[in-house]
Structure formats: C-alpha cells, structure tokens
Nanobody
Framework: VQLQASGGGLVQAGGSLRLSCAAS????????MAWFRQAPGKEREFVAA????????HYADSLKGRFTISRDTAKNTMYLQMNSLKPDDTAVYSC?????????????????????WGQGTQVTVSS
C-alpha cells in the first residue's frame, strides 16, 4: 500500500485548507485511514481517522468542529478539510492506514496501530 499526501501550504489564520491522501490497494474501503500531525519539537499528534469497516469518523477532541475527515472510495482518496486555522495548527501532516481491518476505537490515536504511512505535507498558518 502506498499513500501520497498533498494539499499543504501557507495560509493566514482563519483560513482553510484541504489535504488529500491518495491510497493504492484493492480494499481501500475497508482500511482505517488517519491523519496525524507533528509540530517542531513536539510529539506526533492524532488528528482524525475514518474507520472504513464501520464508515465512521473520529476526531481529536481539541479539533472537533474545525476539521472534517472524509473519503472518496471511487478515487481511493481521503481528505481533511481544515477550517478556521490557527497558528498552532502549523505542523507536518501525515496520513496513515491500517489495512488489516483490526482497528479498534481505543487505539486510533496511537501511531503504532497503523501499518502504512505516507510522506508528510507541510501546513503553515501565519498570524
């Protein structure tokens, strides 16, 4: 499985960006796909996940209401719509996939639960 993230860039505070993560693989609809982010000097942080087997979206509590995760199974692509961006959202955003259908909600936040990772895309929010 290969994951290709794109869509990052420089945006002013209050603006929006949409990230995309294109995935290969014949059973994309069954994957759990997630976004993580890592700011300089900080640990990798869970952003959101889409549990393919249950068709459910899950978010970090601090980001609910501003970020929306979605997917297009026809395009094998996951999206992250980010609105009302803040300078604290500045980070490298990476997409990840768990392809074995074994994901449980309590472990979605854990990077170790994912077996494939894409390269990151930089998001910079200026004040």
């Amino acid at each position: 499985v290969q994951l290709q993230a794109s869509g990052g860039g420089l945006v002013q505070a209050g603006g929006s960006l949409r990230l995309s993560c294109a995935a290969s693989g014949p059973t994309f609809s069954r994957y759990t796909m997630a976004w993580f982010r890592q700011a300089p000097g900080k640990e990798r942080e869970f952003v959101a996940a889409f549990r393919g087997s249950r068709n459910t979206a899950h978010y970090a509590d601090s980001l609910k209401g501003r970020f929306t995760i979605s997917r297009d199974t026809a395009k094998n692509t996951m999206y992250l719509q980010m609105n009302s961006l803040k300078p604290d959202d500045t980070a490298v955003y990476s997409c990840a996939a768990e392809t074995g259908g074994r994901m449980i909600v309590s472990t979605m936040w854990n990077p170790s639960a994912y077996n494939y990772w894409g390269q990151g895309t930089q998001v910079t929010v200026s004040s």
